[in-house]
């Protein structure tokens, strides 16, 4: 009777063992094991990689979404009477998704000797293609360097920068560059989101490419568009020839670029760190 009251008692505690320490069977682990989080196909890594032509770079598609890369026909000035706001050297683009009513996110590489040769019609416009090519190399060493108030920028544009904040170099791969924030400014206009920008402009180390990017932002104390007052200022569109005047509206756009200065990285949408990610991870190889 003892004898059978011990085995029982075995069993028992054998049950007790099993019920805190499953026997887990073959097709038990396999149930277990499918049902692991896994990366969906519709869900977006946190780094992507590009690569296309030589060129090659990470950034995070959860932020700028997709990229289209592409090569560009070189475009050069047909007539020395036009306005050159077409001209561009043959380059490879890459245009995201990111984008504004007014401009997208971008990256391009280009041989920067090829900005002159597109002005060969003009040896004047030639001459200046030049000098812009020492300049951005003298601001590549020296980020507080400014012809007429302005950082070098190659391509024509028919605009100007109301002030550059947040200035500073920047390595990629490869080469060396400059960064800078500044509203694209036409004709007396006060900043607003519609043209606020980040730039990247820089040079491969063995200077022969040319690498230019841009990326829209915004700030929240600023307009989204075209606006004539801010902040209890208001453009004297007739007085706007007055020394006084005249110098009371650039100073204006100078304390916003001081602001912007100050912001935080994170304070800009999107954060400015994303673009200097993406930028440090640049290689042109060829």
Same mark, same amino acid.
């Given at each position: 009777?003892?004898k059978?009251?011990?085995i029982i008692g075995?069993v028992f #505690?054998?049950? %007790?063992?099993q019920g805190?320490?499953?026997?887990?069977?073959?097709?038990?682990? +396999?149930?277990? &094991?499918?049902?692991?989080p896994? %990366?969906?196909?519709?869900?977006v890594?946190k780094?992507q990689k590009?690569?296309? !032509?030589?060129?090659s770079?990470?950034?995070?598609?959860?932020?700028f979404?997709?990229?289209?890369? $592409?090569?560009?026909?070189?475009?050069?000035?047909?007539?020395?009477?036009h306005?050159p706001s077409y001209?561009?050297p043959?380059?490879?683009? @890459?245009?995201?998704?990111?984008?504004?009513? @007014?401009?997208e996110?971008?990256?391009? #590489? +280009?041989?920067?000797n090829?900005?002159?040769?597109?002005?060969?019609? /003009?040896p004047? +416009?030639v001459k200046?293609?030049i &000098?812009?090519?020492?300049? %951005?190399?003298? #601001?590549? !060493? /020296?980020k507080? @360097?400014?012809?007429?108030?302005q950082?070098?920028?190659?391509?024509?544009?028919?605009?100007s920068q109301s002030?550059?904040? &947040?200035?500073?170099h920047?390595n @990629?791969q490869?080469?060396?560059?400059?960064?800078?924030?500044?509203?694209? $400014?036409?004709?007396?206009?006060?900043?607003?989101?519609r043209?606020?920008?980040?730039?990247?402009?820089?040079?491969?180390n063995?200077?022969k490419?040319?690498?230019?990017?841009q990326?829209?932002?915004?700030?929240?104390?600023?307009?989204e568009?075209?606006?004539?007052?801010?902040?209890g200022?208001?453009?004297?569109?007739s007085?706007l020839?007055?020394e006084?005047?005249?110098?009371?509206f650039e100073?204006?756009? !100078?304390?916003?670029?001081?602001?912007l200065e100050?912001? !935080?990285?994170?304070?800009?949408?999107?954060?400015?760190?994303?673009?200097? $990610?993406?930028? +440090?991870? %640049?290689k042109v190889e060829?």
């Open positions: 009777m003892f059978y009251l011990f075995l #505690v054998s049950f %007790l063992v805190c320490n499953p026997v887990i069977s073959q097709n038990s682990k +396999s149930e277990i &094991k499918s049902e692991t896994q %990366l969906r196909k519709d869900e890594p780094q590009v690569e296309f !032509k030589g060129v770079f990470s950034y995070d598609p959860q932020i979404g997709k990229v289209k890369s $592409e090569e560009v026909a070189e475009r050069p000035l047909e007539d020395e009477t306005k001209v561009t043959k380059q490879r683009l @890459f245009a995201f998704e990111l984008a504004t009513d @007014f401009s996110m971008y990256l391009t #590489v +280009s041989l920067i090829d900005f002159p040769r597109m002005y060969a019609i /003009d004047l +416009s200046g293609a &000098k812009d090519n020492e300049n %951005l190399r003298k #601001v590549l !060493k /020296d507080n @360097f400014r012809v007429e108030n950082i070098p920028y190659l391509p024509f544009t028919d605009a002030f550059q904040a &947040k200035v500073k920047c @990629f490869n080469g060396q560059g400059i960064l800078f924030l500044t509203f694209w $400014e036409t004709q007396y206009e006060l900043p607003s989101n043209q606020l920008r980040y730039v990247f402009e820089g040079l491969t063995d200077g490419y040319y690498v230019l990017a990326m829209p932002v915004s700030v929240a104390f600023l307009p568009n075209d606006t004539e007052e801010f902040e200022y208001k453009i004297p569109w007085k020839k007055d006084a005047e005249m110098k009371r100073e204006v756009k !100078k304390e916003i670029g001081k602001r100050n912001l !935080k990285p994170n304070e800009f949408e999107p954060n400015l760190n994303y673009f200097e $990610e993406m930028i +440090s991870s %640049l060829k």
